[in-house]
C-alpha cells in the first residue's frame, strides 16, 4: 500500500547543491525508518543517509557534512539536501523505507530512483 515516489533529482556543476524529495503516500515515518541509498554503475548500492522515527540519523562517511537528510511530517516527505556535491556522487539515488517490526523481518519499500549527476 505504500508508495514511495522521488523528486528533484538531475544535473548540477561540482560544488554546487541539490535537494531530492521522497514523497510517500501515507504517514509512516512512526513505523518506518527513511533512508536514501545511491547506486553508481558498476558498484554496490550503498547507505548514503537514515532517519528513524525518532529522529535520529546516520551518513556514510563520504557525504558527512556536506549532506542533511530531514523530513516533513505534514507533508510526509523526507529530503535530502546534498551541498558541495562532487563528481563522485553522481548515481542514482533512491528513496528507501523500512518497516520497524521487533523480532519479524519487517516490509521494505522502495522508490523508483532519480538520476543525479555532477558534471561541468
Known amino acids: 500500500q505504500v508508495q514511495l515516489v522521488e523528486s528533484g533529482g538531475g544535473l548540477v556543476q561540482p560544488g554546487g547543491s541539490l535537494r531530492v524529495s521522497c514523497a510517500t503516500s501515507r504517514s509512516i515515518f512512526s513505523v518506518y525508518k527513511m533512508g536514501w541509498y545511491r547506486q553508481a554503475p558498476g558498484k554496490e548500492r550503498e547507505l548514503v543517509a537514515a532517519i528513524t522515527s525518532g529522529g535520529w540519523r546516520n551518513y556514510a562517511d563520504s557525504v558527512k557534512g556536506r549532506f542533511t537528510i530531514f523530513r516533513d511530517d505534514v507533508k510526509n516527505t523526507v529530503y535530502l539536501q546534498m551541498n558541495s556535491l562532487k563528481p563522485e556522487d553522481t548515481a542514482v539515488y533512491y528513496c528507501?523505507?523500512?518497516?520497524?517490526?521487533?523480532?519479524?523481518?519487517?516490509?521494505?519499500?522502495w522508490g523508483q530512483g532519480i538520476q543525479v549527476t555532477v558534471s561541468s
Open positions: 528507501n523505507a523500512e518497516e520497524i517490526r521487533p523480532g519479524v523481518l519487517g516490509r521494505v519499500i
